[in-house]
Nanobody
Framework: QVQLVESGGGLVQAGGSLRLSCAAS????????MGWFRQAPGKEREFVAA????????YYADSVKGRFTISRVNAMKTVYLQMNSLKQEDTAGYYC?????????????????????WGQGTQVTVSS
């Protein structure tokens, strides 16, 4: 089993920044791609960003391209999501997930069903 714990959420004004962290523990996440998803009240969970095991490939939803950056430090078993120029529509619970594939293609990276492990989420609220 892999346990994932997110942190870094909070309340921020529009235009501001936050950095989310996802710490993995338990079974090694070697060769696991990692992703971030989000879910707003009354909406379905949607893909935000993903990164391959090596960090050489990253994938983003169109809605966050140019504003969000995903990164990872494997030695620390931690994945980050740097969120800049936040908008009110970014308000959601943000969830970290791990996939048992090292380097998925773009289509696979964006599918929640492809991820085997999930964290409990951290809330991000962007005010006007």
């Amino acid at each position: 089993q892999v346990q994932l714990v997110e942190s870094g959420g909070g309340l921020v004004q529009a235009g501001g920044s936050l950095r989310l962290s996802c710490a993995a523990s338990g079974r090694t996440t070697s060769n696991y791609a990692m992703g971030w998803f989000r879910q707003a009240p009354g909406k379905e969970r949607e893909f935000v960003a993903a990164i391959s095991w090596s960090g050489g490939n990253s994938y983003y939803a169109d809605s966050v391209k140019g504003r969000f950056t995903i990164s990872r430090v494997n030695a620390m078993k931690t994945v980050y999501l740097q969120m800049n120029s936040l908008k009110q529509e970014d308000t959601a619970g943000y969830y970290c997930a791990a996939m048992r594939k090292p380097a998925p293609n773009t289509v696979v990276a964006g599918k929640a069903v492809e991820y085997a492990y999930w964290g409990q989420g951290t809330q991000v609220t962007v005010s006007s």
